[in-house]
């Protein structure tokens, strides 16, 4: 038997520059637990908030959450409506007639004794997710994954040792939050398959508005199972976030390696474990569970779960347009947008502190393109329309207003300037009445002042932003010669005359740029500079 030191080595060397091996096949399978953020809980009316963790231990459970005798399970429906929307949003077959189940262990955090699940007749089975190189950047140009089941089923409470007392105490507010639990087939064969699933499906889930899907509260929670050449099943549970699932897989990938090079015959004959990461490796918990040990019985207390046929339509009706439709959109004109910038739009963070929502973000760009673009519409009758720069609505938003958003500490709902006023702030770049460089400071100062409704003309006359129409040739040359004069590099000068540093103009430009507040068209600054430095080029 191989010691763990000597898979820590292997890791080590893995990690920094990790591949897959050809002659050493991985098989993958994913299990994800997903919190639902239903305003109460699975089977009670005790409040369920995100962030169940945050509040003080055992505040937000009633009777039933403890496990008070004589107390009893009432579905939530609110929870059948998300499970629904999931279920159908990844092409599963909706079954009608499911039933919940008994899932037996005891732990001090699941005082019932067992967890109440869905193992005979699952809610959902047989959908499908399906990756592409485009949107997910994985290698295939398209790839299925085969989702197994979706599941309903309670969370459990939390264990929390005080190692000052030493004793472990149990917080049970998240005891009876709503999961589904989502099982994949074995379908991955390598990482960037597993990491382009999880984000698309945590985007997936925001989307719809059923979760958070952060990891680091543990509203989404991983297991990752996997083999090597198809010997035995490893369960690596716990996984905190993306970044444990990829190092463990890694780890655990190489250690299955080890064992298959040094002893193939003992892999073969090894029973299927369950394995924790503790950061740097996988270690054995115990061996894997059978169905007998959990002594699955339908629960006596649950009738079956029924749905009239005619509800998966309706549901259909509630869920929005999918993430990749909408950047597939957003692609195309007239928006045009770049993939990085259609993916910031339409998915984003959706954590407590997030400065923005997906829905929130791509609504507002949206109505400030509309808006943008109709302040040219009367141009169209005598078709005399002045040429619009589609971009700026996306490249002043996602690059300027999100950035000042961040500096302010603000959230985007508190934002006071509408996408009315924005759009006319843009026809402003757009029809060059003012620099970018001076829009940089005007919309910052409406931003931090919180400005709702703003009197541009007003605004660039106090801060005196006005370009400047008529240019003393004399002036622009002194500006010019003073900025080159900074420089005191000959060198730099030279490779800048005869082409080798042709970005180190634009940077010149910027000085100058700079240095009058933007007042100045940079055209004037290239053509001055070029003429100072007898540039040809």
Sequence with gaps: ML???????????????????????????????????????????????????????????????????????????EVVLYALKLAKSLDCKINLQSTFDRKHY???????????????????????????????????????????????EQDTGKTVYDEKDQISLIDLNRSNVPLVEMVTAPDFSDLKQIRAFIKKYQSLVRHLKVSTGDLETGAMRIDVNISVNDFARVELKNLPNTSSV???????????????????????????????WTGVETVKLRSKETTIDYRYMPDSELPPLSLAPSIIE??????????????????????????????????????????????????????????YVSLYDRFLINDSKPRINYKLPSNWIIHVMLG?????????????????????????????????????????????NNISSPDFAALISEFELNKIEQVDETELTEICSSIINDINDPKLL???????????LKFLIGQGMRNTQG???????????KKLLSIKW
């Design 3 to 77: 010691r763990c030191k000597r898979y820590a080595s292997s890791w080590a060397t893995a990690n920094s520059n990790f591949k897959l091996l050809p002659d050493y096949k991985l098989k993958c399978g994913l299990e994800i637990h997903t919190q639902l953020n239903t305003p109460h809980k699975l089977f009670s009316m005790a409040e369920n908030q995100p962030f169940q963790s945050m509040a003080e231990p055992n505040s937000r459970t009633s009777y039933f959450d403890v496990s008070l005798p004589g107390t009893q399970p009432n579905l939530n429906p």
């Design 494 to 504: 030279d490779q800048i005359k005869n082409g080798q540093k042709k970005n180190s």
């Design 314 to 371: 309706d549901v259909s009706s509630l869920i929005p347009e999918l993430p990749e439709e909408i950047m597939k959109k957003l692609m195309t004109a007239p928006y045009n947008l770049s993939l990085k910038d259609a993916k910031i739009l339409t998915v984003s963070s959706s954590g407590h502190d997030a400065l923005y929502t997906n829905e929130g973000l791509l609504e507002y760009y949206l109505q400030t393109f509309h808006k």
């Design 519 to 529: 007042k100045i068209d940079a055209k004037l600054f290239e053509k001055t500079f």
């Design 246 to 276: 990829m190092n463990s897989i890694k780890y655990e990938y190489m250690r299955q390696v080890e064992i298959i090079r040094n002893n193939e015959a003992a892999l073969k004959l090894q029973q299927s474990e369950t394995r924790g």
């Design 404 to 448: 000042n958003l961040n500096k302010l500490q603000m959230h985007l709902d508190d934002c006071k300037l509408t996408p009315e006023g924005l759009a006319n702030f843009l026809q402003m770049i757009n029809d060059n009445k003012i620099s970018k460089t001076s829009g940089d400071l005007l919309l910052f100062h409406i931003m931090e």
């Design 106 to 152: 005891f732990y001090g955090d699941q005082p019932l004794g067992y967890q109440i699940t869905q193992h005979y007749n699952p809610f959902a089975k047989n959908g499908v997710m399906c990756l592409n190189k485009q949107f997910d950047g994985i290698l295939e140009n398209e790839h299925l994954i085969n989702i197994l089941q979706l599941q309903i």
